[in-house]
């Protein structure tokens, strides 16, 4: 029969410190003293044990191993201290495994492992404790007993009764192993407890673990009482919510969501939509009337909605079909550009003949900053009574600014063209790209490729967004894209537009245009418009030949401007403003020249030549000096040139090498001269061909000895044969030598086609000739004596030959 809990304390025998008892291994769980503990015994060893202990005094030590997933536990894998207990109720289960009761009654240390077999055997002693009670104890007990009550009001798992039970103990000791029995501590935590002899120690443990533990259960609580809070408010709106809509329904009234599905099923139904738009528009506003308010696809589903509605799908614009008004605005409000006029005027005369059945014209002006290309495009709305938007794609490096994000994407747009179109209300507007020049690709995408279709005359007409996915017809939309340099425009875009090139401006066309425009605008803008004063021509002409250096007339407007600011100021002091402006006041408003009238050199040299290059603001004309060197024929290039310019020079030196004859040249002086070749304004990048002929002319004038003309400019590739062959803008170079003051431009025989774009004036004050050979050249350029020097050894000084200056 097995004896109850309270004879428990009857079978311990209490008089030896050291006594040997069967060992009772248990995984995660700490037995304490005076606690009744139910614990699971399978293991052969363990059962052998519990049955020698249920055959003498029905005593064990209870130890906790420090890994659970040791099988077979020796003395090591178990902690020093554990329990001595005695055995109560044992109930044998089916698997042949016992469930025992057992009461802890003291602890104890293990000494040492009497033997394993057939049941682990140890020696423990005894650990008495000092239960008498003073101050310290007291206020120990009472703190532990507040923290205690706390949790067990937050925790759920202990019960509270146990509470009750605590506060009827009166031993530091008891108390602090009842608290650390029934807490949900971890196994070491308790274990920590259980190594602890000293009750008031023990008790100083317990408290710092209590507190830790109320820690968590009151941020757990408040959780809780969050997560309760947003579930108890989301059940009592969905509530009031059915109750409102009952009473909407019964006195027929609709909430404010079948209000606005209402109202948008109304607009779709205005507006006149294409079948396949109108059946994605049902169907997105069957879903939108399906969902609950607070979905979180709402948002996103209404805001599709009101794009497709605000979207212009077939309204369009009457265009002016007048062509003497349409010419009238445009002369209004740009000077010169006859070619971008002419196109403009022809596509309103094919509009009267065939509306229905022309495409709309894929513009692109091209040409140096502040020649009109953007005004120009907002000047052609304004002619045809067409709306007009212009967007920027300066800088741009990821192609869903062109063709929008997805909607799963949060807070996704449609593209700028889209976002444009809806801006500009009409599927006919006049949509300018500004600078496509500039267009860049990384690793989001390549803005250039999305915008080849939107380009295309055969595919623009359903053109694609990621965030609408719906075909949007763009075929009515006046295109019109602007660029400095055609180059960086990828071929397969730059095939989809009609390129109309804008050449830089003369000094009769900037006079007119600063007359016609620019002057009126800055006298306006500064308020001046009732102020008498006159800016003379010598005083246009000192401003665009000292203070600027461009193609275009922007820095011409703002030199202006500064004008005016100063006759504003002298206003403002009280003091009178000149009625003329002239060349020699100008430094008064403008300051010191800022450019020489002259920029090329004025002096005929030895080594120096002047080029002509094409760049982003035109055309400048480029100096080219050589300087010669005793050496072992090293060829050296300065002026941050390119591949390509680099492999111009040596082709222009090959040639010089095979002409050496005609020149009276050594050819052993090619072997024992360095050559250093410079090309000022270094910081500037150069590159391409069309130096070569002015490269083969400053080397043989270098190593002949021959001077070069300073008031010839030339520009033309040369091949190793001494052919010249054509270049690029034309225009723009002629125009640059002739603002430098050059008298004669030699340029390619193919390009005589392009002398029609030269203005006339031009035409007059300057020699351009045209050649197919380097002899032609050679003949021009340079300043041969009448009898050539005998055939005789060149001799190359130490004193390298100074180049001239000159340059722009």
């Given at each position: 029969?097995?004896?109850?809990?309270?004879?428990?304390?009857?079978?311990?025998?209490?008089?030896?410190?050291?006594?040997?008892?069967?060992?009772?291994?248990?995984?995660?769980?700490?037995?304490?003293?005076?606690?009744?503990?139910?614990?699971?015994?399978?293991?052969?060893?363990?059962?052998?044990?519990?049955?020698?202990?249920?055959?003498?005094?029905?005593?064990?030590?209870?130890?906790?191993?420090?890994?659970?997933?040791?099988?077979?536990?020796?003395?090591?894998?178990?902690?020093?201290?554990?329990?001595?207990?005695?055995?109560?109720?044992?109930?044998?289960?089916?698997?042949?495994?016992?469930?025992?009761?057992?009461?802890?009654?003291?602890?104890?240390?293990?000494?040492?492992?009497?033997?394993?077999?057939?049941?682990?055997?140890?020696?423990?002693?005894?650990?008495?404790?000092?239960?008498?009670?003073?101050?310290?104890?007291?206020?120990?007990?009472?703190?532990?007993?507040?923290?205690?009550?706390?949790?067990?009001?937050?925790?759920?798992?202990?019960?509270?009764?146990?509470?009750?039970?605590?506060?009827?103990?009166?031993?530091?000791?008891?108390?602090?192993?009842?608290?650390?029995?029934?807490?949900?501590?971890?196994?070491?935590?308790?274990?920590?407890?259980?190594?602890?002899?000293?009750?008031?120690?023990?008790?100083?443990?317990?408290?710092?673990?209590?507190?830790?533990?109320?820690?968590?259960?009151?941020?757990?609580?408040?959780?809780?009482?969050?997560?309760?809070?947003?579930?108890?408010?989301?059940?009592?709106?969905?509530?009031?919510?059915?109750?409102?809509?009952?009473?909407?329904?019964?006195?027929?009234?609709?909430?404010?969501?079948?209000?606005?599905?209402?109202?948008?099923?109304?607009k779709l139904a205005e507006v006149n939509l294409p079948e396949e738009v109108k059946a994605k528009a049902d169907k997105e506003l069957s879903r939108l009337a399906m969902m609950p308010p607070a979905a979180p696809e709402v948002g996103i589903i209404r805001t599709y909605l009101d794009w497709i509605i605000e979207l212009p799908w077939t309204n369009a614009t009457a265009d002016n079909a007048d062509i003497r008004a349409v010419a009238k605005v445009l002369d209004n409000n740009h000077f010169g550009i006859p070619k971008a006029k002419e196109r403009i005027?022809?596509?309103?005369?094919?509009?009267?003949?065939?509306?229905?059945?022309?495409?709309?014209?894929?513009?692109?002006?091209?040409?140096?900053?502040?020649?009109?290309?953007?005004?120009?495009?907002?000047?052609?709305?304004?002619?045809?009574?067409?709306?007009?938007?212009?967007?920027?794609?300066?800088?741009?490096?990821?192609?869903?600014?062109?063709?929008?994000?997805?909607?799963?994407?949060?807070?996704?747009?449609?593209?700028?063209?889209?976002?444009?179109?809806?801006?500009?209300?009409?599927?006919?507007?006049?949509?300018?790209?500004?600078?496509?020049?500039?267009?860049?690709?990384?690793?989001?995408?390549?803005?250039?490729?999305?915008?080849?279709?939107?380009?295309?005359?055969?595919?623009?007409?359903?053109?694609?967004?990621?965030?609408?996915?719906?075909?949007?017809?763009?075929?009515?939309?006046?295109?019109?894209?602007?660029?400095?340099?055609?180059?960086?425009?990828?071929?397969?875009?730059?095939?989809?537009?009609?390129?109309?090139?804008?050449?830089?401006?003369?000094?009769?066309?900037?006079?007119?245009?600063?007359?016609?425009?620019?002057?009126?605008?800055?006298?306006?803008?500064?308020?001046?418009?009732?102020?008498?004063?006159?800016?003379?021509?010598?005083?246009?002409?000192?401003?665009?030949?000292?203070?600027?250096?461009?193609?275009?007339?922007?820095?011409?407007?703002?030199?202006?401007?500064?004008?005016?600011?100063?006759?504003?100021?002298?206003?403002?002091?009280?003091?009178?403003?000149?009625?003329?402006?002239?060349?020699?006041?100008?430094?008064?408003?403008?300051?010191?020249?800022?450019?020489?009238?002259?920029?090329?050199?004025?002096?005929?040299?030895?080594?120096?030549?002047?080029?002509?290059?094409?760049?982003?603001?035109?055309?400048?004309?480029?100096?080219?000096?050589?300087?010669?060197?005793?050496?072992?024929?090293?060829?050296?290039?300065?002026?941050?040139?390119?591949?390509?310019?680099?492999?111009?020079?040596?082709?222009?030196?090959?040639?010089?090498?095979?002409?050496?004859?005609?020149?009276?040249?050594?050819?052993?002086?090619?072997?024992?001269?360095?050559?250093?070749?410079?090309?000022?304004?270094?910081?500037?990048?150069?590159?391409?061909?069309?130096?070569?002929?002015?490269?083969?002319?400053?080397?043989?004038?270098?190593?002949?000895?021959?001077?070069?003309?300073?008031?010839?400019?030339?520009?033309?590739?040369?091949?190793?044969?001494?052919?010249?062959?054509?270049?690029?803008?034309?225009?723009?170079?002629?125009?640059?030598?002739?603002?430098?003051?050059?008298?004669?431009?030699?340029?390619?025989?193919?390009?005589?086609?392009?002398?029609?774009?030269?203005?006339?004036?031009?035409?007059?004050?300057?020699?351009?000739?045209?050649?197919?050979?380097?002899?032609?050249?050679?003949?021009?350029?340079?300043?041969?004596?009448?009898?050539?020097?005998?055939?005789?050894?060149?001799?190359?000084?130490?004193?390298?030959?100074?180049?001239?200056?000159?340059?722009?």
């Amino acid at each position: 029969m097995m004896p109850s809990e309270r004879d428990f304390d009857l079978l311990i025998d209490d008089d030896e410190e050291e006594v040997e008892l069967p060992l009772l291994p248990v995984r995660d769980t700490v037995v304490f003293p005076r606690m009744l503990t139910p614990l699971f015994v399978g293991r052969e060893r363990s059962i052998r044990a519990l049955e020698a202990a249920l055959h003498d005094r029905q005593q064990l030590v209870v130890v906790t191993q420090r890994d659970p997933d040791q099988e077979n536990p020796t003395l090591e894998d178990l902690y020093a201290f554990g329990t001595e207990v005695v055995v109560g109720r044992m109930l044998k289960m089916p698997d042949g495994s016992n469930n025992i009761l057992v009461q802890g009654h003291r602890r104890v240390e293990i000494l040492e492992l009497i033997h394993d077999d057939p049941y682990p055997l140890v020696r423990v002693r005894r650990v008495e404790e000092d239960n008498e009670k003073n101050l310290s104890s007291d206020a120990l007990m009472r703190a532990v007993l507040a923290l205690f009550e706390k949790c067990v009001q937050l925790n759920r798992n202990v019960p509270d009764d146990a509470y009750v039970a605590a506060m009827n103990i009166d031993e530091p000791g008891w108390l602090a192993d009842m608290i650390a029995s029934v807490m949900d501590f971890d196994v070491e935590q308790r274990q920590q407890i259980l190594d602890t002899g000293d009750p008031t120690t023990r008790l100083q443990r317990l408290s710092i673990m209590l507190a830790q533990e109320l820690d968590v259960l009151e941020l757990e609580t408040k959780i809780q009482d969050q997560v309760q809070q947003e579930v108890d408010k989301g059940q009592r709106e969905y509530f009031l919510r059915e109750q409102m809509r009952v009473i909407q329904n019964e006195l027929g009234e609709l909430d404010a969501t079948s209000a606005e599905i209402n109202e948008l099923r109304d607009k779709l139904a205005e507006v006149n939509l294409p079948e396949e738009v109108k059946a994605k528009a049902d169907k997105e506003l069957s879903r939108l009337a399906m969902m609950p308010p607070a979905a979180p696809e709402v948002g996103i589903i209404r805001t599709y909605l009101d794009w497709i509605i605000e979207l212009p799908w077939t309204n369009a614009t009457a265009d002016n079909a007048d062509i003497r008004a349409v010419a009238k605005v445009l002369d209004n409000n740009h000077f010169g550009i006859p070619k971008a006029k002419e196109r403009i005027i022809e596509h309103i005369a094919v509009l009267q003949r065939a509306k229905d059945k022309m495409r709309s014209p894929i513009l692109c002006f091209a040409g140096p900053p502040g020649t009109g290309k953007t005004s120009l495009g907002r000047s052609i709305a304004e002619a045809l009574g067409r709306k007009f938007v212009r967007i920027s794609l300066g800088g741009i490096r990821d192609e869903a600014e062109i063709r929008g994000h997805r909607r799963t994407y949060i807070g996704a747009l449609p593209g700028r063209i889209i976002q444009s179109m809806r801006r500009a209300g009409t599927i006919n507007p006049v949509f300018m790209l500004d600078e496509i020049d500039k267009v860049g690709a990384d690793f989001r995408g390549d803005p250039s490729a999305a915008l080849l279709e939107a380009l295309d005359p055969e595919q623009n007409n359903s053109f694609s967004d990621h965030y609408m996915e719906l075909p949007y017809d763009l075929s009515k939309v006046m295109f019109i894209t602007t660029a400095n340099l055609l180059y960086p425009i990828p071929p397969a875009l730059r095939d989809r537009m009609e390129v109309i090139e804008f050449s830089g401006y003369i000094e009769e066309e900037k006079i007119a245009i600063a007359r016609q425009f620019l002057i009126p605008r800055q006298i306006e803008e500064h308020g001046l418009d009732d102020v008498k004063f006159n800016v003379a021509d010598s005083a246009l002409q000192g401003i665009i030949r000292e203070y600027t250096y461009e193609a275009g007339v922007r820095n011409l407007e703002r030199e202006v401007g500064q004008i005016c600011r100063k006759l504003t100021r002298r206003l403002a002091e009280g003091r009178t403003v000149p009625k003329n402006i002239t060349r020699l006041s100008l430094h008064k408003y403008l300051g010191p020249p800022r450019f020489s009238e002259q920029l090329a050199h004025n002096e005929d040299e030895i080594g120096v030549a002047t080029g002509i290059a094409y760049t982003e603001a035109g055309g400048d004309i480029m100096p080219i000096e050589v300087t010669l060197m005793p050496g072992k024929g090293n060829l050296t290039l300065t002026g941050q040139l390119g591949e390509v310019m680099q492999e111009s020079i040596q082709a222009a030196y090959s040639y010089a090498r095979s002409r050496a004859s005609e020149f009276n040249i050594e050819a052993e002086t090619f072997e024992s001269t360095d050559i250093h070749l410079h090309v000022p304004e270094g910081a500037i990048p150069k590159d391409g061909p069309s130096a070569g002929i002015t490269m083969a002319t400053v080397l043989i004038s270098a190593f002949a000895g021959y001077k070069i003309r300073h008031d010839v400019a030339m520009t033309g590739e040369i091949t190793l044969r001494g052919k010249v062959l054509p270049i690029g803008g034309f225009k723009e170079k002629v125009l640059a030598a002739y603002r430098a003051g050059i008298k004669t431009v030699i340029a390619p025989a193919k390009n005589q086609k392009d002398l029609v774009d030269i203005p006339k004036k031009a035409q007059r004050e300057m020699k351009i000739l045209f050649v197919d050979d380097m002899q032609e050249v050679l003949k021009t350029a340079l300043i041969i004596p009448p009898e050539p020097p005998k055939k005789k050894k060149a001799k190359v000084s130490k004193k390298a030959p100074q180049a001239g200056g000159g340059g722009g």
